[in-house]
């Protein structure tokens, strides 16, 4: 797998263009560590993380938000 495109049902889509990602992609989209967000996304107050079921999905835009207004994390 690419690190900027994911294949599903036959159709290529920029990572930078999706809705969701996983925390693996999250993780290369963002350079956050996997650990660090899962860390982050356990957190109850998180707004950018949603769950289907068990699986964990990043939201891109409140991700991006989340990360131009901290400072650190």
Known sequence: MDNDVTRKNGLNVPIWERSTLTVEEAA???GIGRNKLRSI???EDCD???WVGSKR???RKLLDKFIDESYSI
Do not use: Q
């Open 41 to 43: 996304t356990d957190k």
């Open 48 to 50: 950018f993380v949603l």
């Open 28 to 30: 290369a989209y963002s």
């Open 57 to 59: 999905l990043i939201k």
